[in-house]
């Protein structure tokens, strides 16, 4: 039969928390291993005669709480390689406990029988106090390795650890990002014992006007107040849900994903627009349009039973993680260029299957036709064919030019001012000039100074279309020197 660590918990107070049968243990042990002496119950097991040895000269010699946790764990089966043991600590033992669930998971492999006899966890006395109920919806999250993601908003939240102004700080910070600042939040310290304290406190208090120490815990309460879920991504979920629910709005209940076509291209467009004007409020608002747009789309195939956004973030996590191997497995990409050409080799092992008649069969159709030009380049460089330097590209720019002025018809005008266009599409991409981004550009100088004609004509009681050619001419070459 191999040797054996029982593991007891000793609540989170005084002695009056131990249960009966963890009592009667402690009283029967010859000797007890304890994760710590910074404890309520610990001084009154000492007056009843209960011998103790203490880890807590481990915590000295460690920066990191994970080094701690796996020397004690070490000592306890090097000491139960040989006799059955007794270890105990705060609370119960499998509640906020590392060092036990280390001893739990390397029990085999020490042959070593870990038993855990049970204590009182701190949460009972934690409920009690604040008088709520768990079945509402309750958080246990550590305050050492507290992270936004995390928390859901409208459950109750207790954070454990919170036993110094440091992680306090830590955890207030990252509250912050979830709650307004001035949220109340109870720090709760001793619950359950004479010493039980509960202070309420705005959330930009709580690193500096309370008394912190290894028996805090700090709760937050559900919020309830609507403009407060705001930020929540399952509520926008549920507004967009009832939008197109039974009565919801006739217009968002009639789309379908071929009405919403034009409407993701324009708030495509407006994203660009305010990245272009460097606009970030105006970006941010954008942004949330075009989530619109991806909500609306994933609840009409809800509603279908085609697919829901669970299926459409679902995705996009595998293939982010599938197509950055250099990040997420052991693939070495140094600079954007491996990366892209790793990128490209995964994208072609995923349309593997796929039959496709041309290279350029990637290109989106739906793309503005400046965008596919050079999508179609791009795709036939990778083959090979594209040239090395830029002369001959003036060159094909001028055969080009000289045909389409030697173009008789409309018809052919205009496809020789295509050929054109494309040729220039070709010249920029060999500078690594984007057409989207070079016309965009163009555009936003001629409305400028244009609108800079207007104003300076309207000064003088004018209108463009009263004014002569001359006359905005001049304005013109006066918004060139302002603009």
Known sequence: MPYSITILGLGAGDLDQLTVGVYRMLLKAEHVFVRTNDHPAVAQLEQEGVKMTFFDDIYEKHDAFEDV???????????????????????????AEQTVQLLLKEADSRGVEVKV??????????YTALKIDPIDGCQILDGTSLKKEHIQIRNHLIIVQVYDGFIASEVKLTLMEKYPDDFNVAVVTAAGSAEESIQWVHLYELDHSVTLNNLTAVYVPPVDKEEMLYRDFEHLRGIIRELRGPDGCPWDKKQTHESLKKYLIEEAYEVLEAIDDEDD?????????????????????????????DEVISGLAEKMIRRHPHVFGDVEADTSDEVLQNWEQIKSKEKGNEHRRSLL????????????????????????????????ILDKLREEFDEWKAAESDDERRKEFGDMLFTMVNLGRFYGIHPEEALALTNQKFYARFRYIENELSKEGLTPEEASLEKMDQLWNQAKENL
Not at 71 to 86: G, P, R
Not at 117 to 126: N, V, Y
Not at 361 to 377: E, F, N, R, T
Request: net charge negative; charged share 25%; no cysteine.
């Open 117 to 126: 006899a049970g204590g009182k966890s701190f949460l009972d006395e934690m």
């Open 281 to 309: 409020e105006h970006l941010a608002e954008e942004l949330g349009d075009v989530l619109l747009q991806v909500l609306l789309h994933a609840q009409i195939g809800e509603d279908e039973g085609y697919f829901s956004i």
């Open 69 to 95: 946790y796996r020397e004690i764990t070490s000592v306890l089966f090097q000491k139960a390689s040989s006799d059955h043991i007794i270890y105990a600590v705060p609370g119960h033992p499998l509640v």
């Open 361 to 392: 069969d990637g290109v989106a159709k739906g793309l503005p036709a400046l965008h596919k030009a050079y999508d179609y380049q791009k795709k036939a460089a990778k083959a090979g064919f594209d040239w090395d330097e830029v002369t001959p």
